[in-house]
Nanobody, 118 residues
Framework: QVQLVESGGGLVQAGGSLRLSCAASGGIFIASAVTMGWYRQAPGKQRELVAR???????NYADSVKGRFTISRDNAKNTVYLQMNSLKPEDTGAYYC??????????WGQGTQVTVSS
């Protein structure tokens, strides 16, 4: 059974840092993914793209996180990371990892909560 498991969330003060991890298992390999992304959802808001990385290493970011967040992938560990620096209260939300296969199927993780206090 394919699983994406996020970890690394928590409570941090504004200006602090967190690193989120998304580990894939169950017979799926991130090296074969077309894209892997991090999304977030704040209470009462729609889920939004935070950062995405393609199978050739191309990245794109939401304007609100450019220069502060970095997405990376370690194919050997079958894991994608999101390094978040200079966190702001508006970064608060549930962060979800997703993976798109070449067949355009999308898997989602269960999410990890990030709370940034002012």
């Amino acid at each position: 059974q394919v699983q994406l498991v996020e970890s690394g969330g928590g409570l941090v003060q504004a200006g602090g840092s967190l690193r989120l991890s998304c580990a894939a298992s169950g017979g799926i390999f991130i090296a074969s993914a077309v894209t892997m992304g991090w999304y977030r959802q704040a209470p009462g808001k729609q889920r939004e793209l935070v950062a995405r990385i393609t199978n050739v290493g191309r990245t794109n970011y939401a304007d609100s996180v450019k220069g502060r967040f970095t997405i990376s992938r370690d194919n050997a560990k079958n894991t994608v990371y999101l390094q978040m620096n200079s966190l702001k209260p508006e970064d608060t939300g549930a962060y979800y990892c997703n993976l798109e296969t070449p067949g355009q199927y999308v898997y989602w993780g269960q999410g990890t909560q990030v709370t940034v206090s002012s």
